[in-house]
């Protein structure tokens, strides 16, 4: 009779949901639809922390990640979080219909916040000013 556990099945297992873990993980993005315009720009480079992204919308309504704000409480909220980081990158993705004003009037917020290292967030693959894409 054998007295020890065997943890091979436990280990197969494991590896397993390690395996469909790290299949699903990209598939799990911010969640709110918004129409990226299309540049030729080259993509920046990674960052260590988690990046802290503001959407705007279609419709001009203002999302830090995926939780839905007003306006008037953009700056507050930046500051907060602004505290609890070490990086002070902050990418913003604006719907490709927003009027530029109001994305201007965004990044306003976002330099009153305290984050001045913005990126611009767009799909790749758009026309290039020379009239060829990439």
Not at 16 to 35: C, H, K, N, W, Y
Not at 40 to 61: H, K, M, Q, R, Y
């Amino acid at each position: 009779m054998m007295a020890e556990i065997n943890i091979t099945p436990f280990v197969d297992v494991m590896l397993v949901l390690l395996i469909i873990f790290m299949v699903a993980a990209p598939l799990m993005t911010v969640g709110i639809d918004i129409e990226m315009p299309e540049t030729a720009a080259n993509p920046l480079p990674s960052v260590e922390e988690e990046p802290l992204t503001v959407s705007i919308s279609a419709d001009g309504s203002v999302a830090i990640m995926t939780t839905e704000i007003d306006r008037n409480d953009l700056i507050p909220r930046l500051q907060a979080i602004m505290t609890e980081r070490t990086d002070d990158k902050i990418f913003l993705r604006g719907d490709g219909r927003v009027p530029y004003e109001q994305v201007a009037q965004i990044i306003g917020a976002l330099n009153a916040a305290g984050f001045n290292n913005l990126g611009l967030v767009t799909d790749t693959g758009g026309p290039a000013l020379d009239g060829q894409s990439e």
